[in-house]
């Protein structure tokens, strides 16, 4: 369970990078996953690697029956949002 929440903030983080964001820029996640109890353990730790990365997302969990492909146990969505960057942050990235 760990490794594959830390995988999906990977996975996160890889995509935000190109829109020049990061993981600070997080303003929601939302976690399903086929284990709520273990998840909830992995979150914690998801949401200390979070704030060192300065953000401070909101964080949701929902138990669903089953995801798309067999062995998967979390699925992550993330919002991310540049407000509130200057404009001096923007021509620096």
Do not use: N
Request: hydrophobic content about 45%; charged content about 20%.
């Amino acid at each position: 369970m760990p490794t594959q929440l830390r995988r999906c903030l990977d996975a996160v983080a890889q995509q935000l990078q190109p829109q020049g964001m990061s993981l600070a820029d997080l303003v929601s996640v939302r976690v399903r996953t086929t284990d709520a109890h273990a998840v909830v353990a992995s979150v914690r730790e998801i949401a200390s690697q979070l704030r060192e990365a300065g953000a401070a997302p909101s964080i949701s969990v929902l138990a669903v029956e089953r995801l798309p492909a067999p062995g998967q146990l979390v699925e992550v969505d993330a919002t991310a949002t540049g407000v509130g960057r200057s404009s001096t942050e923007d021509e620096l990235r």
